[in-house]
């Protein structure tokens, strides 16, 4: 396959969903593999215990590091550590995506952003948005293993712990609410992603043309079909004029219009040089 994905839960079931669909699909092309693991069958005691009790107290319970660090050393082919001869207090962990960094120039972090390296993922409320950057950048991974945190949360041990071996870690946030676990958030993830990997979808004009990717970081203009004229509502006449110098501008100040109005965010962060000098101010 083109890309090996490992997904890692307490509710392994939750993703056979992806057989379905164009997932499914992408599967049976030999595009993609998709293996869901249940946290569980990494835990050695009868009740087959993944969290416990925050330390400093608090409410809820926290995903233990053991259980995550046998499954995760396995699923990376890492050795399983087993003595740890130093002790030292953990650092504040580090959410920012260095990709972009200056720093970015000893070997090691050269590598890790290597396309055959495998990225480790952790959905977190707490984290950087994921964006449209982001899909594509994974999008020409070859190994992904997301691992889905539960209740509260996951010991911040555990992305630091796998930072330190030269993995590359990522957490991400979908978006400004709270959901119960990652198992969504990784749903979300995954066909941001999937879909852009070449062969996955048919037509691949249609990724080029959307809302937040390229240059393109507007809002899509409003679509129309037929019939040109509904319940006495017409579609704007210059769609139907046949002039696709006029179309084109048309749409594109709509999109510059519709953004402004609603994503005002996506204006003050719109690189200026994706901007022609037609783009009226909005
Ligand atoms: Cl990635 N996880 C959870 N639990 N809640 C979220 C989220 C992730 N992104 C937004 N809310």
């Known amino acids: 396959a083109l890309m090996d994905i490992d997904i890692v839960s307490v509710f392994p079931e939750y993703f056979e969903v992806l057989n379905l669909s164009l997932l499914g699909k992408a599967q049976a092309k030999g595009l993609v593999h998709v293996s869901s693991h249940n946290l569980r069958d990494w835990t050695h005691d009868v009740h087959h215990s993944v969290d416990d009790t925050p330390v400093g107290g608090g409410a809820g319970m926290v995903m233990k590091p053991e259980v995550w660090a046998e499954c995760l050393d396995e699923l990376l082919g890492l050795a399983p550590q087993e ?8 650092a504040i962990p580090d959410n920012t995506d260095d990709i972009d960094d200056a720093s970015v120039t000893e070997d090691a972090d050269v590598a890790k952003h290597a396309d055959d390296w495998p990225v480790l993922i952790f959905p977190n409320p707490s984290a950087p948005l994921f964006t449209q950057a982001d899909a594509t950048e994974l999008s020409r991974k070859q190994h992904l293993i997301f691992g889905c945190g539960r209740y509260e949360g996951y010991d911040a041990r555990i992305p630091e712990y796998y930072r330190a071996q030269d993995v590359d870690v990522r957490e991400y946030s979908i978006g400004d609410y709270v959901l119960n676990g990652g198992e969504v958030a990784v749903s979300v993830m995954l066909e941001a992603i ?5 062969g996955f979808m048919g037509n691949a004009e249609s990724i080029v043309e959307e809302s937040y990717t390229g240059d393109n970081a507007l809002l899509e ?8 004229v509904w319940r006495g509502m017409a579609v704007p006449s210059v769609l139907t004029s046949g002039d696709h110098g006029k179309v084109d501008r048309f749409r594109r100040d709509e999109a510059l219009a519709k953004t402004s109005r609603i994503r005002p965010d996506l204006i003050e962060a719109l690189d200026c040089t994706a901007l022609d000098k037609k783009d009226r101010k909005a």
């Open 221 to 228: 203009h409003y679509q129309y079909t037929k019939p040109a």
């Open 194 to 198: 999937t879909r852009l990997i070449p």
């Open 83 to 90: 003595i740890v001869e130093t002790v030292h207090e953990t």
